[in-house]
């Protein structure tokens, strides 16, 4: 851990979310910042009021609303997920490189893919671009503009499985 209590990696992830909205021209305020750090710092999927408990550790006076406009900016730019099935959220950036859009392109997911165990609790992103495809050539095929998408499938992982 760094002097900021969070781990290179998070330290990281952190740095290339500034890149990418100073790219975009918006800001990553500090508070923003400690958001999507107690979202890539949090294992599971993290709930509005579970993220507004941890971040009154610093901000004592934290209101329902400063979370979600964080949260809302967030989502916006692409670097978290709201995983709707559990109204949680997940860091788009934690499962490390695989995200291109996030580290090379200012494009965000159009088509989000979650797997979610019902036993533990689990959610894994799958980003598969086939998935994607077909959605989006199907909409089209009856004159639908897709902008955005999330595919959330429930079942065991593959540990809970075994």
Avoid: N, W
Avoid at 91 to 104: D, F, R, S, Y
Avoid at 114 to 123: E, S
Wanted: charged fraction near 25%; hydrophobic fraction near 40%; include cysteine.
């Amino acid at each position: 851990m760094d002097s900021s209590g969070y781990s290179p990696e998070i330290e990281q992830q952190l740095a290339a979310a500034a890149r990418i909205c100073d790219r975009r021209e918006t800001r990553l305020t500090s508070l923003r910042r400690q958001v999507l750090a107690l979202v890539l710092d949090t294992e599971r999927p993290a709930t509005a009021y579970d993220l507004l408990d941890r971040l009154r550790e610093h901000h004592k006076g934290a209101a329902p609303p400063t979370i979600y406009r964080a949260l809302d900016f967030l989502l916006e730019q692409g670097l978290i997920h709201k995983v709707e099935r559990l109204s949680a959220y997940v860091g788009c950036i934690q499962h490390g490189h695989g995200h291109k859009h996030l580290a090379e392109g200012d494009s965000v997911h159009h088509a989000a893919q979650f797997l979610i165990c019902r036993q533990c609790g689990a959610v894994l992103e799958l980003e598969d671009a086939v998935i994607g495809s077909a959605i989006g050539d199907a909409a089209r095929r009856v004159g639908f503009r897709p902008l955005a998408s999330t595919i959330e499938i429930e079942g065991l992982c593959a540990r809970c499985a075994a």
